[in-house]
């Protein structure tokens, strides 16, 4: 019996399993962004719905409804997640349609990076009938930091009044995005990230060069590592790293203007993380995420006084918050780089 979940989970699959005697209503998987959360609630999804699961929890993969989970067609599951997630999923699986009919089904309406309540007010007739095979019910959504105000209320009702036999499987990259109430009715479940020698192993397989760099730079969080060495940006974000060694309002301009078709949060994230380097240096002469830029770094660390960096630190995490909703990129990307570039000068 095979599963997809990563060497890592097997742990937190053990732990989680044990709570199958009395699953919580709602459980809300949390944990660092690129450690495989997602492939992990729809595994544990599979696994309640599965007919034959074994000893381990695992499903089985081969009865009907597995069959049906597989080709997402099963009629007590549904998954709840941005529009955009979707899009990509069906971009990548389109990969080899031609162009001309990509443009002709595309829509001319950017896909939403939130999850929306036309999705949660959605779940009202699916909850409000029998099961199909007097089973469970499930539902996973991620990431839960995506729901909109109106979508958080709306889903915090049915996590209040929960319908018999049905579980909510949440995953969320951070729970201080998320609303208190919704927190307080779901069982919280914490997902470490995976020892390095683990994540290295992975990576590796994936045969994926200077796996340990790109695993550093992204903090550990494997998946992410593989997204961004695999991103046709990468060569952007690489260029964007070594003008932080050069910090001055023209390399500021001109990175702006670069950088705002690109993931404005992973931009952002970039920056903070290379701002904690600099921080880390100064307090105890080490570096995480970008070891290789050690003697830019410590350059950069002499330049610079402790207050403004704590300030900007904080600046630039607030930044982090509205960085899905720019008004502009651009300008959201200069603003942001200038008051870079003003702590050395």
Known sequence: MTNPLFSWQADSWQQLNALRERMPHAILLHGSEGIGKTVFAEHLAKSLLCETAGSDGHACGNCVSCGWFDQYSHPDYRRVRPELLDEEESSSSDADEPEAEKKATKSSKAPSKEIVINQI???????????????????VLYPAEALNV????????????PNANSVFILASNSLDKLLPTILSRCHKFAMGMPAKEQALEWLNAQQLKNADAWLAQQGGAPLSALKIAQSENRSDYDEFVRQLCSPSV????????KMQKMD?????A?????????F???????????????KELATLAKRIEMNSLLKLLKNTGERQAIASHPLSAKLFIEDMLLDYSALFY
Request: charged share 20%; hydrophobic share 40%.
């Open 121 to 139: 007010r959605a779940l009202a007739d699916f909850m409000n009938i029998s099961t199909h095979r007097q089973g469970l019910r499930v539902i």
């Open 150 to 161: 109106p979508a958080a209320n709306a889903l915090l009702k049915s996590l209040e009044e």
């Open 270 to 278: 970039c920056l903070q993380r290379w701002l904690y380097d600099i």
């Open 280 to 294: 880390s240096y100064k307090q105890s002469g080490r570096i995480r995420y970008y070891p290789s830029y050690s």
């Open 264 to 268: 404005v949060p992973m931009t952002v």
């Open 250 to 257: 023209e390399t500021s301009l001109k990175m702006a203007e």
